[in-house]
């Protein structure tokens, strides 16, 4: 790990990377003798690597908490010219192979294994680079030892390291990983760590792992979210992903709808451009997948409890601070949820409790999150719209409640109308003006504001449909953005065809 860190400013230990068994220990002691590694350090009675990090650092982007782990070059290797020698290194560098080298290199590649903080949750991760398995000592949520193996046909690539000590096994040599961070430092520790990453969780999350680790299926749970008794924070044991948990209570009334939400989140899992979260995986109390909840109504009644895991977004919209945002990156989050509706209504589905905090903002894109138990009635909200209170027994057209229910969502993103407000003829014409007065302080563009007054048009006859609205001249100055990262060839095709569209309006 290289960086530029400030002398007067004491380094703060993270790990080391210890000999816990002859075969090891006799190891790094050969390789103390013949290679002197600066951050291999012995003593009486333990050998091992000692790693630490800088608390300070002026440019703290340039750092990177990244360990290779490996054998080093061999002496064929590099007088081809790879003369590389990794971050901990576990075989001596002689000039000539030897009996002793070649017994190490039949085990450990020149590049074995990579030790990385994860850029997001900041977990430390072990991701094998050679297909010799590395074994993880109770690795699994059973406690169970894990095969580390970056082969093509490997299941485990990598692992989270995720306990105080950690055992792992490279062939016949047996170390301990044991987090050295020192009760003092975890508050500079967390803030340093926190300089790094890509998104700012660190108050989600514990860098260091405690004595009395908590797992469920394949997360290692950290905290709950705020203002949320079923959302729990965590970290994918494999990956290192940072995931939010979702506790959801078995009923018999609604099983069929929860299945089906369920059913339909995972489809959206590696669908980025549909512009709806999928889950990541579902289990239930049993620590079974498929759950309980998927069996005969009557295991429902054995088993209170379904969980599923999905992708743990920044903010929502409720929470995102919009007014540091150019208004380009404002509309292509409006424009991404609004394709999630789109593509709801395609498959001829209604979200049904669409709110501010269930427009998500994952990896600067931003997402519609599915609800997965039907609420029993509409809630008193301004994001009802108008008709629900106005005629009990008229029958609704549920695609268009979506649209004035994603309108007053976007509104949240320049004004904030009360949560709790029923939609009345008053009510509504104050809303009108506040939106007109957005506009005319240029908050609100007039391409967008022209489109908000169709979405929240008070006859839902008069409102669009989502494609219809997708259709709308208020995302022109953001479209060739989208198109230009757009994975999806169906996105791709949508977005030349408002295009053309637009071209022909203009003609006419």
Request: glycine content about 4%; hydrophobic content about 35%.
């Amino acid at each position: 790990m290289t960086s530029t860190s400030n002398p007067l400013v004491r380094d703060l230990n993270y790990f080391i990377l210890s000999a816990a068994n002859p075969a090891a220990i006799h190891l790094l002691s050969e390789i103390q003798s013949k290679s002197s590694p600066p951050t291999l350090h012995s003593g009486e009675e333990t050998i091992g690597y000692r790693i630490s990090i800088p608390s300070h650092n002026s440019r703290q982007d340039e750092v990177c908490y990244k360990w290779r782990v490996g054998a080093g070059p061999s002496p064929a290797i590099a007088k081809m010219g790879d003369i590389f020698v990794p971050e901990i290194l576990l075989c001596p560098q002689d000039t000539s192979q030897t009996p002793s080298s070649k017994t190490v290199r039949a085990y450990i590649k020149h590049i074995h294994a990579v030790l990385f903080l994860h850029p997001q949750s900041g977990a430390l991760v072990l991701r094998s680079r050679s297909n010799k398995p590395i074994i993880y000592e109770q690795g699994d949520i059973n406690d169970q030892d894990v095969e580390i193996c970056g082969g093509p046909d490997s299941k485990v690539k990598s692992c989270v390291l995720r306990r105080r000590k950690n055992y792992l096994h490279f062939g016949p040599y047996r170390f301990l990983l044991e987090f050295t961070v020192s009760h003092q430092d975890r508050g500079r520790f967390s803030k340093t760590i926190d300089r790094s990453l890509h998104h700012r969780h660190h108050k989600l999350f514990s860098f260091i792992p405690s004595t009395d680790i908590e797992t469920m299926w394949n997360v290692w749970l950290h905290r709950k979210l705020p203002n949320s008794s079923s959302l729990q924070t965590g970290v994918h044991i494999y990956t290192g992903q940072p995931v939010a948990v979702k506790t959801l209570h078995n009923k018999i009334r609604g099983r069929r709808y929860m299945i089906d939400q369920i059913k339909l989140a995972s489809r959206y899992r590696d669908k980025a451009d549909d512009g709806i979260l999928g889950i990541l995986d579902v289990w239930c109390e049993h620590c079974t997948s498929p759950p309980c909840l998927f069996k005969p109504s009557s295991a429902v009644i054995q088993c209170r409890t379904t969980y599923f895991s999905m992708p743990l977004a920044e903010q929502n919209f409720l929470h995102k601070r919009w007014r540091k945002l150019d208004t380009n990156t404002h509309l292509k989050y409006l424009y991404q949820t609004l394709c999630g509706l789109a593509e709801l209504h395609g498959q001829g589905i209604v979200h049904g409790n669409i709110q501010p905090g269930s427009l998500l903002i994952y990896e600067q894109r931003a997402y519609i999150s599915l609800c997965m138990q039907r609420p029993d009635a509409y809630d008193t909200s301004i994001c009802a719209a108008p008709e629900v209170w106005l005629d009990k027994y008229r029958e609704l057209d549920e695609t268009k409640l979506d649209i004035w229910a994603l309108a007053i969502s976007w509104l949240f993103t320049c004004l904030r109308p009360p949560a709790d407000l029923m939609v009345t003829r008053h009510s509504y014409k104050h809303l009108q003006t506040t939106l007109k007065s957005r506009r005319d302080k240029g908050r609100v563009p007039e391409p967008l504001f022209e489109l908000l007054q169709e979405m929240l048009a008070w006859d839902p006859c008069n409102r669009p449909s989502a494609i219809e609205a997708l259709n709308h001249k208020a995302w022109l100055p953001v479209l060739p953005r989208i198109a230009r990262k757009a994975k999806g060839s169906r996105t791709r095709r949508l977005i030349k065809a408002i295009e053309q569209r637009q071209r022909r309006a203009e003609e006419l």
